[in-house]
């Protein structure tokens, strides 16, 4: 049982030679490597909708960089992609516009070649709406599409889509019109930021704390309060963010026992986990750990090092999948162990083994608060850890 246990483990920390990783994912694990990045935003008219004049001029200036359907047009506004590829580009957009597929704020990746140094690249399309006013009632269907392409389709579809469609919808207010007279002062910097944002908070999370790395992935999995003092929001808000992505948030079946457990533990005496970035690197008071955080320390260390934030984003959602792995193990446990000795002496060694009982007994617990024979199995094994810790220090 130990030697599975422990090769599963290794499984989920050795990622460079996983079969299913992409081949820039596997180069970037083994060299340091800098990631190409880039942005499109196009003008979507559908041609029910009735272009003013000077609307009519500026499309007449920029007639080179439209493609035409019979129920829409594409019109470029701005891209960082190389002048041979933006066509390339546009044309596989119009193609999913006239199948339907780009839904209004509901964006979507895909991978497409295009005439660029990877050839094949990751690319995450939104079709962004015109909000409808009293002066334009007939601008239905009007609109930009939105593309971020950088990596590859397995590495962006790592981070949630709801995260991206976040970060597009926040450029809402700067689409007021076609012409887009803000394009240099607003719209092009926040569109080149897109990857700094939506993909590279992981990796600064892990630059900042270093080897401290597993003192967070503790906090994230024991529900512990995270405070980020002396520091800027956009720090804080990176913390946030990694903590969210390294908890059990969307693992749990139901998110009404999600929501239980979390209320339970966090009713229980737990001190805030404080990062002081006063200084550099920052102090870590009230940290938490155990064995199993600490040994995926080097896998996320190594992974900064090498600067590919979506191989560093798989493993973390190995992390969490081997924890939750390890939770649904000590679940069923917990359930032979009512009516069978054998099982309760399993649960135990898996408990030794494992290294994370900790915080698996402190889930469990919150989990079962209303099963009172489950709750003494559990508080069995929680007198087994606390006396295996005795007996170690």
Request: hydrophobic share 35%; glycine share 4%; proline share 3%.
């Amino acid at each position: 049982m130990f030697t599975s246990q422990t090769s599963s483990f290794q499984d989920s920390i050795d990622v460079e030679e996983r079969e299913d990783f992409d081949s820039e994912e596997i180069a970037g694990y083994s060299q340091k490597i800098q990631l190409n990045c880039y942005y499109t935003i196009y003008l979507y008219q559908g041609t029910r909708s009735e272009a003013s004049g000077e609307n009519e001029a500026w499309n007449q200036r920029r007639a080179d960089s439209t493609t035409s359907q019979d129920d829409f047009s594409l019109t470029l506004i701005d891209s960082s992609l190389p002048s041979e590829a933006e066509p390339e580009l546009r044309t596989y957009i119009s193609r999913r516009l006239s199948k339907g597929a780009l839904l209004g704020g509901m964006g979507n990746i895909a991978t497409v070649e295009l005439s660029i140094p990877e050839q094949a690249v990751g690319c995450y399309c939104c079709l962004l709406e015109q909000e409808r006013s009293p002066e334009q009632p007939d601008a239905d269907g009007n609109g930009h599409v939105i593309c971020f392409m950088g990596g590859s389709e397995k590495g962006l579809n790592l981070y949630p889509l709801l995260e991206l469609d976040k970060y597009v919808q926040g450029l809402q207010s700067s689409l007021q019109s076609p012409e887009l007279q803000n394009l240099e002062t607003e719209v092009r910097p926040y569109l080149s930021r897109w990857y700094e944002e939506s993909v590279m908070h992981v990796h600064r999370v892990v630059q900042l704390v270093q080897s401290n790395i597993s003192f967070l992935l503790h906090a994230a999995l024991s529900h512990t309060h995270v405070e980020v003092i002396n520091s800027d929001e956009r720090t804080k808000a990176d913390v946030s963010r990694f903590i969210k992505a390294a908890s059990w948030q969307g693992l749990s079946q139901q998110d009404t026992t999600t929501a239980s457990l979390c209320k339970a533990i966090s009713e229980d005496t737990l001190s805030d986990l404080i990062i002081d970035c006063s200084t550099s690197p920052p102090a870590l008071s009230n940290t938490g750990n155990n064995r199993f955080c600490d040994d995926w320390n080097q896998a996320f260390l190594n992974a900064a090092e090498r600067c590919n934030p979506f191989l560093l984003r798989q493993i973390l959602e190995n992390f969490k999948l081997k924890a939750i792995q390890d939770m649904n193990s000590l679940k069923r446990f917990v359930r032979q162990a009512e009516m069978s000795h054998y099982a309760l002496f399993r649960c135990c060694q898996f408990l030794r083994g494992c290294g994370n009982g900790d915080v698996l007994l402190q889930n469990a617990r919150a989990e079962h608060s209303d099963m009172p024979e489950a709750c003494s199995i559990i508080s069995v094994l929680e007198e087994f850890l606390r006396e295996q810790s005795q007996a170690q220090a």
